[in-house]
């Protein structure tokens, strides 16, 4: 079991119960677990959106889509049935957070399950776990065994009345099931390919039904936010981006690890209070801030706080919240060898921008990094991840071009100098030739 | 639903709202090119090649995935567009082998054509490209790996189209490959529909693939001589040693009535027309048993001299002539004209796969309840008994699927066996063998049971509660059985019915009066109508019929038999012994069983080698065109001429030609052969069309749209290509009633063709691949 973390700084709403083996229910329901299940089934679905809607709860997978709206969507007839399915595939670079929740705290994705079908008139809960985590399989399956030894799942809940059935399902190893229609697929037994959308998962989503589909950390909210109130929960954050955010700090700091932070927390006191700042007295160079999708920042640019709105306006994104610290010693090179080799691995190849391009920029980085790089490669890089752009079928493609084209525009001096630096090769006078210099 | 109004690259379009972009633009005129999307089939989104600017959305947008929206505001080329659509084709170079020059798909392929379009004229990358071996998955089907650019629309009509499922993608990234679904190879219906919508030469045809150039062949739309669903399949023709070959089939002409459709046999099975075994020279039987190749001259002089000796001295029910399911109708009506004018007698016959005499009976007076094969496609629910399409019909089977599919239409089905249309099927009524009678007589009647079949009288009230239902029937019904299911249709308030036969012609063969007791349009001999005073002389007792010939024969008393395209000694098992006192003339393609007998043997020229028309299953007439010259045949129209030239007729008895206005054939016409085309179009429509030789086969037609009842049709439609419907005639056949049964199924299957398959290599090698060993037949 990982080691936790903790630092004064933190606020601790969705990890409070994590090191008191919360994963065991009548420790859960001790330290107060399932009463936001039973507030939310007296008051009713519509006073839940509501809650919902005041909390300013935003996803926590990356997108940042206001959770309550989503809700909002749902029909309320459907001749289909409605599902609730829990995003559980956490895979981005840099990003550990859900992991921590299943371990510690699964029976708070549980129950922030149980309150999304009740609120949306779901009978039925998937909760999809990334196929590596084959370690959280068990600690959910014997959670969920729990809840219906215990009556909390299956038929006539508390006695109330209300059915809810959960069940957990595994990816076979794909980052692009992240994406909440190719989970679906996934889900439903096919290739992890995404679907067209519109229409979206809130009309036509798992098995043709209506369907809400949430990040973990999303999910696991979701009682917390009950139990406070919608209103105490927003206050935690910013304006419009309401609550706390579990942050995975890794790279070059000190103390790295998983911290639960208000929205909003300023990046560099995050690198050097929280994190107990750069090893061995070595200068910070980059920060990518919310997973390896995200462009990259420099050392300059990190006083900004991290909340959807202020890291949109700094150029890049929030994403899924993994800090990823990089110091003067990193290549930037090496470790944009490293994220496209990611991206390609990882593309589905279903559209062509994202299939060819991704592999292209690989082979090219890849011979680069060989060190039989010319100038024109990087220009040829960057036109390529620029024409990815927003240009393919779903944000794979856009995730693989917007790293690259943040390395290319904020350190294309270091690619110059990689190029100075490693006159390898008696060939590479020829590829220059054949590139273009 | 409503409409919605957009503004295209400047134009305002109007659209039924739920169109797609895409759609919507090509309504207006815009061509926005796509890889992926094909009409009809399942969305895609995957090649962005049909990305466009809408206006007030921040990113560009796939058209093709994209419905409209009231207001839209649509640019579909801009220099961003453009940009985009060139690093698209960039990228799809990038990996895909520069090997147009010997390509299949050069000069007719779609990435050709988008990089001439959006210029991708330098590469980026200098890594190797990644290659892969080519693949083999069929007799027919083979897979150029590195060339596929992952479209998936083979995937898709495979599945989606096909109901087949054969291919899938396998691995993922850039890694993905299309593959079988079964380890190595398709286990499929060999319908090169994956080929055929292939946009680049990744999927070839093992009959074309690296035989010529797109542009050096002549591309000749006319319809498939195989089964009777009438598909037009256009032929890519070359110029051989001995005249033509025919290099491939295909559906490039998406005009037909078979739409997107061709089949197996469509595509593939026209390579009897070059077998070695074709027969090129007349051969004459020589006195010690053995054949001798004779001239022209000889073969017909005999063949003539034998006709009217007999005629003249046994008298003309002394000779028998039988006809051909594969021949033009106007071959088939000069053929029944020549038998009761010049020969003088009503023993005509031709193999019939289907009771039509009967169908026109029941129909007598309700022309209008006739079915196009088109309705095939439209009707919002079918009733199918017996038959199996995908066997027998398959592109009757596709339009079908494709209804249920895209229309959501309702498919009832009754049969004895698990037919693969059953997994369309909306209700399966399975018979016991032999059970259509009884089955007729329930939908007909109120019985509450039938047979104790569970669900029979909810499916009988399903079919009653259809107001316009599509009634398809095989040849398992016959005579009555006919009279029963029509009146029960005829019970419902539209319903329309087709009856399914075997052959390209065979519709065609019966509504010309191959027939010994009914003229052209099923009219009685005995009451001829308009007849009496067009035919001299003709003979008003019905003649002998296919199996009263071969016993008046064995009898010894036919004199002569005159076969036209028919191979009867294989298909009826006669007896050669029984017609050694016949002299028999054959018109054929191959030395069959029945010109082995013959006397005389005349090579004949095939569909796919004359002119003329053909009237599928369903009474749509369409026109067949001649896609080359071959050296030492004629056509069977030719051939019946001559002979009745020798035998002393007037060709201008048999074939009105030389009639209409003698129009200036040389100047006008132009230099270009297009505008010549035009113009003998125009003239054609309106019947001034010089007809100056009696083997001009639009002189038969033009007597058999003057006299045979229904085929009066618009013929600036025909000539342009298009199917026209013939109207179903009205007059009742009452004299057909006391006939016999003597329908014989074909009993051909999807890879076999009456005795023309077993002369096309290519269905004969699919047949025997996909016949199992004793093994792979237990382990299933």
Known sequence: ?437 | MADVNLTVDGKKVTVPAGTLLIEACRAAGIEVPAFCYYPGLSLCGACRMCMVRIEKMPKLQTACTTPVGEGMTVHTETPEIAQARKATVELLLGNHPLDCPVCDAGGECELQDMTFKYGAPTSQYVEIKQHREEQQWSPVVYFDRPRCIMCYRCVRVCGEGMDVWALGVQNRGAGSVIAPNRQDHLDCEECGMCIDICPVGALTSDTYRYKTRPWEMNHVATVCTHCGDGCKTTLGVRRADDGMEIVRGDNRDKSGINEDFLCIKGRYAFDFANHPDRLTKPLIRQADGSFATATWEQALELAAKKLKEVRDTKGPDAIGVIGSNRTTNEENYLLQKFARTVLGTNNIDHHRTADYVSFVRALAGKADRAASLRDAGTAPAILLLGNDPTEQHPALAWALRTNVRLNKAKLFLVNTSDIKLRRQAKAFLHIPEGGYADAVRFLGSNDANFHGIEGAADFRDALRAEPKLLILFGSEFRGHDIDALVSFGLSLPDARFACLADYANSRGAADMGLLPDLLPGYRPVAAPGPFAEEYPNLPQKPGKDLIEMFDAAERGELGALYVVGANPVERYNVDPASLKNTFVIVQEMFLTETAQIADVVLPAANLYEKGGSVTNNYGDLQLVKKAGDRAGVRSDLELIVRIADRMGAKPQQLVPFGRGLRADTGQSRGAQSGEADRHSIWLASRQIEPKVSPFDPYAVLDEIARLVPGYDVERMNLLAGNDVRTKLVSIEPAASTTRRDLVLPAQDALFTSGTLGRYSAKLAEVHESHRKSPAEAAAD
Not at chain 1, 388 to 395: N, V
Not at chain 1, 399 to 428: C, L, Q
């Open chain 1, 1 to 437: 079991m990982p080691e936790l973390v903790s630092h004064p700084e933190e606020v601790k709403v969705i990890s409070r119960r994590w090191g008191q083996g919360a994963a065991d229910i009548d420790k859960y329901i001790e330290l107060g677990g399932y009463a936001a299940l039973r507030k939310c089934i007296e008051q009713g679905p519509e006073w839940v959106i509501n809650e919902m809607k005041t909390s300013g709860l935003r996803g926590r997978g990356g997108a940042g889509f206001p959770t309550g709206m989503k809700w909002s969507f749902v029909p309320k007839q459907s001749e289909k049935p409605k599902y609730v399915l829990v995003n559980g595939d956490e895979s981005e670079p840099g990003t550990c957070k859900d992991h921590l929740i299943f371990l510690h705290d699964p029976h708070s994705v549980i129950e922030g399950t149980m309150i999304a079908g009740l609120a949306i008139g779901a009978k039925v809960g998937f909760i999809y776990l990334r196929g590596e985590y084959r370690y959280l399989i068990e600690i959910m399956e014997r959670a969920l065994a729990q809840c219906y030894e215990r009556g909390i799942l299956g038929k006539n809940i508390f006695g109330t009345g209300f059915d809810f059935d959960a069940l957990s399902h595994t990816g076979a190893g794909a980052y692009e099931v992240g994406e909440e229609s190719a989970l679906m697929e996934s889900l439903e037994g096919k290739r992890g390919v995404p679907r067209i959308k519109p229409p979206f998962p809130a009309v036509v989503g798992l098995y043709g039904g209506p369907t809400v589909i949430n990040n973990a950390e999303t999910i696991a909210s979701v009682p917390f936010i009950i139990e406070m109130g919608g209103a105490a929960y927003a206050k935690l954050g910013t304006e419009r981006n309401g609550g706390t955010r579990l942050f995975g700090i890794s790279g070059k700091v000190n103390r790295p690890g998983v911290y639960e932070l208000p929205m909003g927390y300023n990046l560099k006191k995050m690198i050097y209070e929280v994190a107990g700042g750069i090893p061995n007295g070595k200068a910070l160079k980059a920060v990518v801030p919310g997973g390896a999708s995200c462009p990259i920042l420099r050392a300059d640019e990190i006083d900004v706080g991290m909340d959807f709105d202020q890291m949109g306006k700094a150029g890049t994104m929030l994403g899924s919240a993994g800090v990823v610290v990089l110091d003067e010693t990193v290549s930037i090179v090496e470790f944009a060898l490293r994220t496209i080799k990611f991206y390609q691995h990882e593309s589905c190849g279903w559209c062509i921008p994202c299939r060819e391009g991704t592999d292209w920029l690989k082979k090219t980085m890849t011979r680069f990094y060989e060190g039989y790089g010319t100038t024109k490669d990087i220009d040829n890089m960057r036109y390529l991840a620029e024409n990815m752009l927003g240009r393919t079928f779903c944000p794979l493609g856009d995730a693989a071009a917007m790293p690259m084209i943040g390395f290319f525009k904020k350190f294309r001096d270091e690619f110059e100098e990689y190029i100075r630096a490693n006159p390898s090769a008696p060939e590479s006078q020829a590829l220059v030739e054949l590139v273009g210099a």
